[in-house]
């Protein structure tokens, strides 16, 4: 099953860069619409939230700035100020770290791992387990996230990908 997962994360993770392939740093932290969640803050939230992902299945997340949560945490909003941003290619490069120790801590998870309760009591009730968690940031997270770069991508008249 975990191999379907890793399948699934290579693939969405494929995705999203596609989404972002021909963009420009100039572009990245356009705003078409207020409000609406451009590719750096995405990028920067996949980052994030790819770090904790790898805390979860046992690995150690990046050290990011101490403002990031801020940035690009739940309920940051996004600015159309390229300042606060990194470049592209930053976001890439620190992503494609991560999600490979993502799948290298995957590949070595047993069932007993997956059944351990999630460590964070807020969350146990939605999450109960690692393994609900693992499921989610797996499947349906960057997905979501995809596909409002997708909506981004429509509303500044760039082509589908």
Known sequence: ?????????????????????????????????????HPAWVLGHLLMVDGSFLTLVGGAAPALDANWNAIYGNGSKPVADKSIYKSKQWYIDQMAGVRAQIIERLKVLTPADMAKPHPDPARRERF???????????????????????????????PSV
């Open 1 to 37: 099953m975990l191999d379907a997962l890793i399948q699934t994360l290579a693939t969405t993770r494929g995705a999203t860069l596609k989404l972002v392939a021909d963009l420009s740093d100039d572009q990245i932290a356009l705003q078409p619409a207020a409000g609406m969640n």
């Open 128 to 158: 109960p387990t690692i393994g609900h968690m693992v499921f989610l940031y797996g499947t349906w997270h960057e997905a979501y996230h995809a596909g409002q770069l997708s909506a981004w991508r429509r509303v500044l008249g760039l």
